[in-house]
């Protein structure tokens, strides 16, 4: 199978004054396209910081990480902003939203950074918004939509850039539980149709909707396994 990342013996120290902090201990993972992987872990246990480094936007202390193929070891800030430009897709916990800004201009916003013409970045942001299934709140102000609803314009603007992969970084954890199931049924979807997706999660129920456990303890995986049984959310949703 095609790596989209692979990350060899990641190191990640922070120091202040006197304090060293050694989040990451030697972390290796490879992920392949298609996968949907669960990073769990209680707060401290290096989940965060990692996700940080697969999303280039922090570096590691020492070790090598790949995306797409390419060693983004030693690279600029530059290089690495269009790394991310051009490989990643971004869903956060807190959406991120411009709030007076229509839901087809947030997801436009990494095609203007791409120096994409104006008429191309309307038809993409709104294929993005027909994939998530909203389509006819295309012109709506985002702070006029639900929190569910604003999740999707999120993902719409993750896909837009047709990225390697999507991280998401707790993408449930402002939703109440039927709308997170909802998010989590269009993620299963994505992920259906070859998007390979990493999500940050805290909650096991959520991370039985993904395909790959990877649990992270004291800035070392403790445990990656495939789940077993999947949970399918879209028919979750209809019996909710």
Known sequence: MEEVVRAIDITKIYSTGEQRVEALKGVSLSVTRGDFVA????????????????????????????????????????DLAEIRNRNIGFVFQGFNLLARTSAVENVELPLIYGRIPAAARRERALEALSLVGLADRAGHFSSRLSGGQQQRVAIARALVNEPAMVLADEPTGNLDSATSVEIMAIFQKLNRQGITVIMVTHEPDIAAFTKRNVIFRDGRILSDSPVKNQVDAEQMRRSL
């Open 39 to 78: 990073i769990m872990g209680a707060s401290g246990s290096g989940k965060s910081t990692f996700m940080n480094i697969l999303g280039c936007l922090d570096v590691p202390s020492s070790g090598d990480y790949w995306i797409e193929g390419e060693n983004v070891k030693g690279m600029s800030r530059n």
